[in-house]
């Protein structure tokens, strides 16, 4: 399938392959500033141990929510209204196509709604315009939203599959 054939695709993030289930932290910077943050739940060991060791960021105040598009949450909201905290949260899906290596390198970012202009504005300006402007870049949002699981205040009593106490031992 080629990018434009993706591109073309009708109603994005319809389909149950589509939900996701994150970690939802706050971010508490060397500065002292504050930033909640969602991140997929199979990349949050490595991602909070990059924030801690790279950007001496501390992670406080940790969730387990599950991402679901607007679409599904607007077509069925009586099974997720009774849920738990219910939040607006923006899915954005990149897609760049390496010439050098033939190859699509993908990735998604979940931002709440409130600072989705704010990351959309910083993560293009990354790419240089002649790759925005070309075939081999894209990226869509999708509307979605998150729905806490459970709200939990230490870090250990996350349950994240084999990684759990991962980042005590690196």
Not at 64 to 84: I, K, M
């Amino acid at each position: 399938m080629s990018a434009q054939d993706i591109r073309q695709q009708p109603e994005p993030g319809g389909t149950l392959n589509d939900f996701q289930k994150l970690i939802r932290c706050t971010l508490v910077t060397r500065h002292g500033e504050k930033d909640v943050r969602f991140v997929a739940l199979e990349y949050f060991p490595l991602w909070e141990h990059m924030m801690r060791t790279r950007h001496g960021s501390e992670c406080i105040d940790y969730s387990v929510s599950l991402w679901l598009p607007a679409t599904e949450f607007e077509r069925q909201p009586h099974l997720y209204e009774h849920c738990g905290n219910i939040e607006s949260v923006r899915r954005f899906n990149f897609e760049l196509f390496d010439d050098a290596y033939h190859y699509t390198y993908t990735t998604s970012r979940f931002v709440p709604n409130g600072d989705a202009e704010r990351f959309k504005k910083a993560m293009l300006s990354h790419v240089p315009p002649d790759i925005l402007e070309s075939d081999r870049f894209s990226y869509e949002e999708i509307p979605g939203f998150c729905i806490e699981k459970d709200s939990t205040a230490k870090r250990d009593s996350l349950v994240l599959g084999i990684f759990n106490k991962f980042h005590d031992n690196y």
